[in-house]
């Protein structure tokens, strides 16, 4: 699987900017506009509808329609992991059901003289076969405007 990388340091508390990426609202204000979000559903570990927080367990069904081009896509996510302990802290997504055959988002989060460090790391892996896999490393071009908007947004909602 192709990997791609990110990090921005956010002059915010730890605890604030672990807390907000943590909630449906976090994701929906992180998502560019272009991607047209929507979500359908989200349910947490024990099934209950519109979690506070997005423990492991939970499951958020979307849709997407990046630059309104073609048909809506699914994409369907669970959290598979999630760890706190002091001033780290992650939790990882995984596509249960959307347009890549894999897709493992970690989102890392670190404590730093009264900032944060907040790392984003996506292992995929494109459709086609050997043909995607040899596109793999291609994928920053796709990434990159997705995730500079990402951090520029945390910072932009995070920091003032």
């Known amino acids: 699987m192709a990997t791609y990388e990110r990090s921005v340091r956010v ?14 609202s ?9 991607m ?13 509808p519109n979690p506070d927080v997005l423990d492991a367990g939970s499951e958020i069904r979307s849709s997407v329609r990046p630059l309104n081009v073609g048909p809506r896509q699914d994409w369907v996510s669970k959290i598979t992991e999630r760890e706190h ?3 780290t802290a992650y939790f990882v997504d995984e596509m249960a059901e959307g347009p890549f055959p894999e897709w493992e988002h970690t989102h890392m989060f670190y404590a730093d ?3 944060t460090v907040v790392r984003d790391r996506v292992r995929y892996e494109f459709p086609f076969g050997p ?6 490393p291609f994928g920053v071009v796709g990434f990159e405007p997705f995730f500079r908007y990402r951090h520029r947004r945390t910072k932009e909602l995070l920091e003032g």
Do not use: C, K
């Not at 002059?11 to 449906?24: D, Q």
């Not at 047209?36 to 209950?48: M, Q």
């Not at 043909?131 to 793999?136: P, T, V």
């Open 11 to 24: 002059a915010a508390p730890f605890e604030e900017v672990w807390e907000f990426h943590s909630t449906e």
């Open 36 to 48: 047209n979000l929507e979500i359908e559903s989200v349910t947490g570990p024990d099934g209950r």
């Open 85 to 87: 302990s002091g001033g």
């Open 131 to 136: 043909l995607g896999q040899a596109a793999g």
């Open 113 to 115: 003289d009264g900032e």
């Open 26 to 34: 976090g994701l929906v204000a992180l998502t560019p506009g272009w």
